[in-house]
């Protein structure tokens, strides 16, 4: 690891910590997207977040997943694209964080542990995709 993909690693890994308190207060899309999602795809969602620089591929425009989609937001796309479990499997390595996988992780560490942990991971999910289908540009 470069010493700049590794403070890049250290500032998610601090980004996402952070953030899984403050969702859980919230515990809404809009507090979710801002904090973890933000950094890369920037505050509006439109692919220009402080890290997007370090990266080798440029986080997508989020406000765009409609129009270059036909007018019809991808919704179904979207939500496999953010878990990333099955991706992973199918295509390798990818610069965007597996949510799947850490939402789970959330739910393991947390004492609450509301409903079932594949329940939990959805929900969060879903909230994320109704926000962002708020976000596509008209
Ligand atoms: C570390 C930077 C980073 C973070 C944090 C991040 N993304 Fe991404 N995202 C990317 C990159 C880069 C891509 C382009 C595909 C790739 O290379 O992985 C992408 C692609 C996507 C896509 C696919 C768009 C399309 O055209 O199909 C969606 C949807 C998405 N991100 C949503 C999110 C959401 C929601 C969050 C927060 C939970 C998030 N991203 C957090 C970097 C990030």
């Not at 500032?11 to 801002?34: C, K, N, Q, W």
Request: charged share 25%; glycine share 10%; with cysteine.
């Amino acid at each position: 690891m470069t010493i700049e993909k590794t403070a890049v690693a250290l500032a998610i890994a601090l980004a996402v910590s952070v953030t899984a308190t403050a969702a859980e207060v919230i515990g809404a899309g809009p507090a979710e997207f801002e904090n973890r999602c933000a950094v890369c795809h920037g505050l509006e969602g439109r692919g220009d977040g402080p890290f997007a620089a370090l990266l080798l591929h440029a986080p997508a425009d989020l406000t765009r997943l409609a129009a270059d989609n036909g007018g019809r937001f991808p919704a179904d796309r979207v939500r496999r694209m953010i878990d990333g479990r099955e991706a992973v499997a199918s295509h390798g390595p990818r610069e965007m964080p597996i949510w799947g996988r850490e939402l789970l992780i959330e739910y393991q560490h947390s004492s609450t542990g509301i409903g079932a942990p594949e329940t939990y991971v959805r929900t969060r999910i879903e909230a994320l995709v109704d926000y962002l289908r708020g976000l596509q540009a008209k």
